[in-house]
């Protein structure tokens, strides 16, 4: 044993020096010391991790799990007086980009420009804009596809990774392209309208109201969008449903204008370019509101391409532009309403005054004529207006000067918008002294207070205001605001808000003063010499003016089919019917139609026609709109 033991001592003292014992264990220490420092650096991240950060990583990590998808919301219906839909909503299919689940868009990009029948460069377009939205949201590639189309893409699915099909809510539009400026269209919000805050609750590729109606009440019209709660994996794809909060349908707007009118006065106005407009002189009530040429609102709801829209804005009569609201036109002699009003105002004229009309009128160097070269012979402000004499309202309005004659118009609401609570409106120009000082920086000359005197020279005026003009005449001098807003109903039925007639103010002038203009108006209609006997009716008394605006100087007169129709003079013809209780008035502008008597006052014959045809309204029936209610269908 002895000898064992001192043969292993011998061993160890081979096998480790001293100096080498003293460098394992330094090692050894120093081993320890990081394995402690490690543990130590690891106690202190795991308690940063759990103490400090602990709520936002379980957040974050929640947020990978889960994917809370938008759910778009129907948009409400739109309907008439007597709740005749106008806009409805119905199902349509979208095709999408889901951007997590493509591997090869340029592939896919290939593959679709001819299945969608669209262009590679609009389909990368539309992948960039979607790119300013979450990942998750699928990018709209092509909104409302025909059933054709949907066959394509359903049929080539399986092999386009990325490529979905969404159901989701789109307009309908039941009358086609009837009240299309009134009633506007929907467009892609886009990314400069929503850097500048235009659509407050809209979201890339959302659709939204870009005129008409549909932008004045989108807030409205558009509803609440819901949300759907889902599980995805790693990669973002749907896994489980989790929870959804439905969304809620927009209001349904009511508007003022009666729809089988709106129709009527868009037939009588076929063929030309212009602009109609009749209100209820009672309240400023929109009944009816036409521009044309018009557009197919569902054709640019659904979404144009570049090319489409440089067409309809390139177009020479300009389909998108609303005269009824912007046009500007000289009003021609339906002017002469407020002419008289000044005079007898102004004490410069009375239903007995006279004033020689040889056929022209000598001012300065120049001979202004009258539309009728043989004379009018000695006439009375109720002849002048009848027969619509120049001569005669070219020396009152020397008499008046153009300061006065703008007092009036102004009092007459022409020269600033109406009001009217549609977007866009414009207003017009009332020229006076001061105007023309800060306008062109010159001096008013009385000679063209002469061309003023009988709505030409710089006077501009909109359909929309003369409207508003011969319903004050009408109702005793009243200027309503016009509107076609009538009441909001949420979707179970319910009131959410109404309006009511709105006075703006008065024109100024005494009922008496009023009345002997009035009782002018209704001889333009019904006296044998009337300028508008044209819009004569059987049975109902009609008072309104005739007007005839130049548009180029011509050294004689002329209006025929062989003068190039942008040089034809504009055609106006106002009026309102009964003359004992008006309930209508109306203002037709027929752009480059000659003779306000021939080509406007027929077409203000045939709306007050289908008005008094319509005075009985047929019960509600809201049985069509039953389909666009149904239409819940969700966008993820």
Not at 525 to 554: F, I, N, S, Y
């Amino acid at each position: 044993m002895t000898s064992q033991k001192n043969h292993s001592l011998v061993s160890k003292k081979t096998l480790f020096t001293k100096e080498e014992q003293e460098i394992n264990k330094r090692r050894c220490l120093v081993a320890a010391a990081f394995l402690v420092a490690a543990f130590v650096i690891l106690l202190i991240r795991i308690g940063y991790l759990q103490v400090i950060k602990g709520e936002d990583l379980a957040a974050k990590s929640e947020r990978n799990r889960l994917r809370t998808v938008r759910l778009i919301p129907p948009r409400g219906d739109i309907v008439d007086r007597k709740g005749r839909l106008m806009v409805g909503t119905r199902p349509c299919f979208d095709i999408c980009l889901l951007r997590e689940e493509a591997r090869d868009i340029e592939g896919l990009i290939r593959e679709l420009a001819v299945l969608l029948d669209v262009t590679e460069s609009d389909l990368r377009a539309s992948i960039i804009q979607g790119m300013k939205q979450p990942s998750y949201m699928p990018v709209i590639l092509k909104r409302d596809v025909d059933w054709e189309t949907l066959s394509r893409v359903e049929a080539r699915l399986h092999n386009l990774p990325g490529i979905a099909v969404e159901v989701v809510p789109g307009r309908y539009y039941p009358e086609g392209p009837v009240a299309s400026h009134l009633l506007g269209y929907l467009g892609e919000v886009t990314g400069e309208d929503l850097d500048a805050g235009r659509y407050p609750n809209a979201y890339a590729g959302d659709l939204v109201g870009k005129n008409g109606a549909e932008l004045q009440w989108n807030e409205d019209l558009a509803g609440r969008a819901g949300r759907r709660w889902v599980e995805v994996d790693a990669k973002g794809r749907y896994m489980k449903f989790l929870r959804e909060e439905p969304p809620i349908r927009g209001n349904d707007l009511h508007l003022t204008v009666d729809l089988d009118l709106q129709k009527a006065a868009e037939e009588a106005l076929a063929g030309q370019v212009g602009a109609v407009v009749a209100l209820d002189p009672r309240s400023g009530a929109v009944r009816a509101l036409v521009s044309t040429p018009g557009f197919d609102p569902a054709v640019l709801s659904r979404g144009v391409t570049k090319e489409e829209w440089k067409a309809l804005n390139d177009s020479l009569l300009k389909p998108l532009y609303n005269r009824a609201l912007q046009g500007g036109f000289a009003p021609g002699s339906t002017f002469k309403i407020v002419m008289a009003a000044a005079g007898l105002e102004e004490k410069l004229v009375d239903e007995h005054s006279t004033i020689y009309c040889p056929g022209s009128f000598w001012f300065g160097n120049r001979s202004y004529r009258c539309w009728n070269r043989n004379g009018h012979g000695t006439v009375t402000l109720y002849k002048a207006l009848v027969e619509s004499c120049d001569v005669y309202f070219y020396h009152l309005g020397l008499r008046l000067g153009v300061d006065r004659i703008a007092r009036y118009a102004h009092a007459f609401g022409l020269g600033a918008p109406t009001g009217i609570d549609l977007p866009d409106e414009k207003g017009g120009t009332v020229a006076s002294t001061a105007w023309k000082r800060e306008r062109f920086k010159e001096k008013w000359y009385e000679g063209e207070t002469v061309s003023i005197a009988i709505g030409q020279g710089y006077t501009v005026v909109t359909p929309i205001q003369m409207a508003r003009l011969i319903a004050a005449v009408g109702n005793g001098g009243i200027l309503y605001r016009p509107h076609v807003f009538s009441r909001l109903v949420d979707p179970e039925g319910r009131p959410v808000r109404s309006s009511s007639p709105e006075v703006q103010g008065t024109v100024g002038v005494s009922k008496k003063n009023l009345s002997l203009v009035a009782s002018a108006l209704q001889g333009v209609v019904g006296d044998p010499r009337g300028t508008g006997k044209a819009c004569r009716l059987p049975k109902v008394a009609v008072a309104g003016k005739t007007g005839t605006a130049q548009v180029v100087k011509q050294a004689k007169r002329r209006q025929d089919e062989k003068m190039p129709w942008q040089f034809r003079d504009h055609a106006w013809f106002v009026a309102y019917a009964p003359v004992e209780d008006p309930q209508l008035a109306v203002a037709v502008l027929v752009e480059h139609g000659g003779h306000g008597g021939s080509a406007a006052a027929p077409i203000a014959r045939k709306v007050f026609e289908r008005w008094f045809q319509i005075q009985s309204p047929a019960p509600v029936p809201a049985v069509e709109r039953s389909a666009s209610r149904a239409c819940g269908c969700g966008h993820a």
